[in-house]
């Protein structure tokens, strides 16, 4: 696999809900289409905006196989695989029958449990050694609890040549993004965690983003992420960036993926608005706020 099929603006996918709380796998497949026919560059499955912290095994299992036949390999898809115990992210890959139909995994920072840089090295040479495609690290330190330093990032990426192919990068510190995009190896992949610095990172020499906001807007938001990669026509996506300033923060105002869920619903009424606890729907202040934030 290329680590080029995976620059640009890939998006991390919602789990849409029924109001029963089931899985609406026909609300599922009409957004895959419309990323796809609205641009998006590749796909993350099960990752956090999908809600993994409250699916079950089988529905994870459900979701992934139901999202590779119905992607029909239209578009590169990434499948989030991570925990905070070494062994069962391990057992989990390895009974995957059909993870080598992925393209890659993305794999979080372990949570919680806070290990040290040597346990963070240890944990993804693990997943590195065990999983048949290249892994994404994701690093996190507002939900892990811990920042993974540019040591370990480099450490890794210069020892799993091939198999840890590039870093979903969401500490917010621009500077630790800049010093990972200095000292990475050739064909090492830094995609911007946060919507709201891609087209910063990008231009610190940064190769794209995994996006929330392109769940709702992939074709405004991918043409800012095209232009901003052409060093030609960098500075002409400032205005285009600029325009989503509002929706950035209003999107995480009460948690994620709250906020997309109701800018989806605003924009597609058929989209229920449906969260599983502990995480509940925007209030009706953010709500109304998103309302008249809708692009044209």
Known sequence: MSSERLRGMGVALTTPFREDET??????????????????????????????????????????????????????????????????????????????????????????????????????????????????????????????????IIRLAEEYPGRIVGIKEASGNMEQARNVITRRPEGFLVLSGDDSLAHTMIGA???????????????????????????????????????????YSLLFKDGNPAGIKALLHLLFPDYHEVLRLPLVPVTDTTRRALAGELLS
């Open 205 to 247: 020499g940064g190769d794209g983003v995994i996006s929330v906001l392109g769940n709702a807007y992939p074709r405004q938001f991918s043409e800012m992420i095209h232009v901003s990669l052409d060093p030609e026509r960098h500075e002409q996506a400032a205005p285009m960036h600029q325009r989503f300033s509002a929706l």
């Open 23 to 152: 899985i609406d796998y026909d609300a599922l497949d009409s957004h895959i289409d419309y990323l796809i026919n609205g641009g998006t560059d590749f796909i993350v499955v099960l990752g956090t905006t999908a809600e993994t912290p409250t699916l079950t095994p089988a529905e994870k299992h459900e979701i992934a196989c139901h999202i590779l036949d119905y992607a029909g390999g239209r578009i590169p898809l990434v499948l989030g695989a991570g925990g905070n115990c070494t062994r069962a992210v391990v057992e989990e890959i390895e009974s995957f029958d059909r993870l080598a139909e992925f393209d890659s995994i993305l794999s979080v920072v372990p949570y919680y449990n806070k290990p040290t840089q040597e346990g963070m090295y240890r944990h993804f040479s693990a997943i590195a050694e065990a999983s048949p495609v290249p892994v994404i690290l994701y690093n996190i330190p507002g939900r892990s609890g811990v920042n993974m330093n540019v040591d370990t």
